[in-house]
């Protein structure tokens, strides 16, 4: 818990002690920050580059545009938005070593990576202590440390995107299970259309990518995270090419259609729940 209020304290995006705030009104001077958060930005930084900057954490001038970070929702003008998007962009972010160098009106924030990586540090610790059964929720990042104390697997219930209940279960040992959706923060706008708080860094508007809800299952939370969130912009076609190039992930994809995605690694693992039986489930990886 003392972590916990640690990382909170260090990367706070609103807190003005924070060192992400630190970052974020240097107005183009460097910034020293502490080796864990150095860590996590460069961890943040390969991922975009991973992703090809589907996960791009630069995007805070455009979401405060759209009124995500302060709670009072807009659809910004096109003119606004292509004057925040100026500002985005990853690749103009500077880390080397400890120190951190923005250009001036950019501002980051690690709001898709670091429950994960937090919830990375909380399992790691209490492993080191001794814990051997155990389960670490932390908003949307669940960590399951080995099994149930009666020896089964631990049973996680997958929220539905749509209807807020359980759309099934998912049973995991020793990993990490990471869902994103635009279903939980996200605002109607005038024209009636849903806006979520996902954004895709190459519109600056927010992602519509055809997916409801994405589950990524692995062993480190903070692969889990970047990647739940990134395959949400993604869309299911780049998810699959993805999970071809790399191994040691799985990812259970629920439609805006309705239709459920999973890789083979999950499909004796998932249960529907009894009134979402008739859902269709195809393999998300061949
Ligand atoms: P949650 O925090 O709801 O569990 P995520 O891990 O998917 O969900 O992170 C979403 C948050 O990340 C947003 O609230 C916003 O602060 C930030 N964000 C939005 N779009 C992106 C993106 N494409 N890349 C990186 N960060 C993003
Ligand atoms: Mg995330």
């Given at each position: ?14 807190d ?6 630190s970052?974020?009104h240097a ?6 920050v ?10 943040a930084l390969?991922?975009?580059r991973q992703?090809?900057?589907?996960l791009?954490m ?5 979401l ?5 970070t ?6 910004p003008s ?5 004057q ?6 990853y690749?103009?972010?500077?880390l080397?070593?400890?120190t951190?160098?923005?250009r ?15 919830c990375?540090?909380i399992?790691?610790?209490?492993k080191?202590n001794g ?11 669940i960590?399951?440390i ?6 089964s697997d631990?049973q ?5 995107p749509?209807?807020g209940?359980?759309?099934?279960m ?16 996200y605002f ?5 259309k849903r806006?979520g ?7 600056g ?5 055809g997916l409801?809800s994405?589950?990524?299952?692995g062993?480190?939370?903070k692969?889990?995270?970047a990647?739940?969130t990134?395959?949400?912009v993604?869309?299911l076609?780049?998810t699959q090419v993805?999970?071809?190039e790399?191994?040691?992930i799985?990812?259970l994809?629920?439609t805006e259609?309705g239709?459920?995605?999973l ?20 393999a998300l990886?061949?």
């Open positions: 818990e003392q972590d916990l209020k640690k990382m909170e304290a260090l990367w706070s995006v609103t003005e002690n924070s060192e992400i705030y970052i974020n107005d183009g001077m460097p910034v020293e502490e080796d864990m958060t150095a860590d996590l930005l460069q961890f390969t991922m975009s992703t090809d900057g589907a791009d630069t995007l805070y001038p455009v405060t545009a759209w009124g995500f302060t709670g009072s929702h807009q659809v096109d003119e606004t938005l292509a925040k998007m100026r500002l985005v962009g690749d103009k972010v500077s080397s070593g400890s951190v160098t923005l001036p009106g950019m501002e980051i924030d690690l709001g898709a990576v670091a429950k994960g990586y937090a990375d540090i399992t790691n610790n209490l080191a814990v051997t059964s155990g389960i670490v929720s932390l908003g949307g990042n960590q399951v080995g099994k149930k104390p009666d020896g631990w996680i219930s997958i929220e539905h749509q209807n209940d359980s759309l099934g998912l049973s995991a040992a020793n990993a990490s299970v990471v869902t994103s959706g635009a279903y939980e923060r109607t706008g005038e024209d009636g806006y708080h996902i954004l895709d860094p190459a519109t508007q927010p992602a519509q990518s409801a994405v589950t990524v299952v062993q480190e939370g692969l889990c995270d990647l739940a990134a395959f949400f993604m869309g076609e780049k993805y999970l071809e790399h191994s040691g799985e990812a994809i629920m259609q239709e459920i995605y890789t083979a690694g999950l499909k004796d693992k998932f249960t529907l729940n009894q009134p979402y039986q008739h859902i269709p489930v195809y990886k061949p």
